[in-house]
């Protein structure tokens, strides 16, 4: 019985991988992404801090790690949550 449900459950994992891969196959590519799954923060435009100045004084701009990205560089794609394709 063991057995069974041991061969059964992995065969499910097999049958979801071979539709996971077919789907990557006839799927099209992300063009926000390029299909990566990720892209340049717009934020700091890769460069992972940005200028910032609490006073709006230029003496006291401050590089900050990015908001956006955490420092990253690049952002997750939110077109196809990473995953390069549809
Ligand atoms: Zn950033
Ligand atoms: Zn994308």
Redesign the pocket.
Known sequence: MLTLSLASSSTIRALKAITEAKRKKFALP?S??KGK?FYICKLCKGNSTIEWSPLYDFVFINPCVCPACEGNRVQR?L??LGK?YY
């Open positions: 992300c926000v992404c799954g794609c077109n196809c390069g």
